[in-house]
């Protein structure tokens, strides 16, 4: 089956962000899509994904989105194949363990109560741009031994970087320019860390003592690996959260029993669980390797491939019922991090951000919905995104 109307790049209500493979997903297992652009496999099925997700043998993360097949930087250690990606990965892993996580819950802490009462104050706000950006990014500045000041720089080149226009579309231009400033960034600090001699526990000064395989990385390397941090931690766990936060404002019922497990002190991990499920909102690629055959379909090296997670995670050979939200779900090991060796290795920091993100927020803010008037719109493409998330109704039943 080939499909000619279908494209990775739109926008839409937020439910169509997730609900557009559920037709098609009942239908098949995997399609090959055409666009006027480029021609792709797209993968639906939630155990198909996870089969191929864990064979890099032949579904290669040289080429980790359709939208870009011949990409100008290669970010390390995502686009690295093992063996090439296992020291990179042993290195960052240290930096990622729930021990390490655990360190950062303070700053987590305390940096959402301040967004959160200034919030509260105000009575409204849009939340997208107002707390769910900003804490991913203070995080990562953290991780990375970045003073906070420079929040609202990070912030510029995010949207640049990963923002679309209004119409849903990317400006290559602006892109380019949000990228090179981060590597600009990256290239004066390494270069002032090697001169001075500074280092610390942060993970960016620790990079320059890497080596792998015995040898010092490239500066151009370990930039590459900074690139890759800021590019899938940032966006991902923003939008996460937003998407979260649209569903419990639109869904009473699952916002009054997050606030009552909330005010109950009881465990958030089924909750942020279903919600990371549920709304998984990365679309992640591999190229082909070698030529091989899924479910009667003869693919070539060199073909790319698309998995859209979300369409995995609400297959019910996952779990039955994974088409809606229930948090009493149970355990449900599912695929909004991924798979394979490339499975995301902020998982642990994602579900810590996310946990005391929805419980601060719920600690002083039980009561509230979409502010009148607003209908958040969606986007998707490589990351499922929002244009703006407006709150209010703060303490209104």
């Not at 739109?10 to 037709?23: I, L, P, S």
Request: proline residues 7%; negative net charge; hydrophobic residues 40%.
């Amino acid at each position: 089956m080939t499909l000619t109307d279908h494209r990775i790049v739109g926008t839409g209500t937020v439910e169509e962000a997730g609900d557009r493979f559920e037709a098609l997903r009942a239908k098949q297992r995997i399609v090959k899509v055409t666009e006027p652009d480029r021609t792709y496999w797209m993968v639906l099925d939630h155990d198909l994904m996870r089969e191929c997700l864990q064979n890099p043998a032949v579904f290669s993360s040289e080429v980790v989105t359709p939208l870009n097949p011949d990409p100008p930087f290669k970010m390390i250690p995502i686009q690295l194949d093992p063996p090439g990606h296992t020291p990179w990965r042993q290195h960052l892993a240290r930096y990622f363990s729930p021990k390490q996580m655990a360190k950062l819950r303070p700053r987590i802490e305390e940096r959402t109560r301040e967004l959160v009462t200034e919030i509260k104050e105000k009575g409204s706000c849009d939340y997208l741009a107002e707390f769910a950006l900003q804490v991913p990014t203070v995080v990562f500045l953290e991780v990375m031994g970045l003073p906070v000041e420079e929040l609202p720089k990070f912030l510029e080149w995010e949207a640049l970087a990963l923002a679309p226009s209004p119409d849903g579309t990317f400006d290559a231009d602006l892109q380019v320019g949000g990228i090179f400033s981060v590597i600009g960034y990256f290239q004066g600090e390494l270069a002032r860390m090697r001169e001075t001699g500074e280092r610390g526990d942060n993970l960016l000064s620790q990079m320059l003592e890497w080596e792998i395989d015995g040898v010092a990385p490239t500066d151009d390397e370990l930039i590459n690996c900074c690139l890759l941090l800021f590019l899938a931690g940032l966006d991902t766990v923003a939008m996460s959260l937003s998407y979260s936060m649209h569903h419990l404002a639109t869904h009473e019922a699952d916002r009054k029993h997050v606030a009552a497990t909330v005010e109950a002190g009881e465990s958030m991990d089924d909750i942020v669980e279903e919600l990371l499920r549920f709304y998984a909102v990365p679309e992640i690629g591999r190229k082909l390797a070698q030529d091989t055959e899924i479910d009667g379909n003869q693919l070539v090296a060199g073909d790319l491939i698309l998995f859209p997670l979300v369409s995995g995670n609400r297959d019910d050979a996952l779990s039955p019922g994974a088409d809606h939200v229930d948090f009493n779900r149970g355990p449900a090991p599912h695929l909004g991090f991924g798979g394979g060796p490339h499975r995301c290795i902020g998982s642990h920091l994602a579900r810590l951000e996310m946990k005391i993100a929805l419980q601060g927020w719920h600690e002083l803010i039980p009561d509230y919905g979409l502010a009148p008037g607003a209908e958040p719109r969606a986007y998707w493409g490589n990351v499922h995104g929002m244009f703006g998330l407006h709150l209010a109704g703060f303490g209104e039943e």
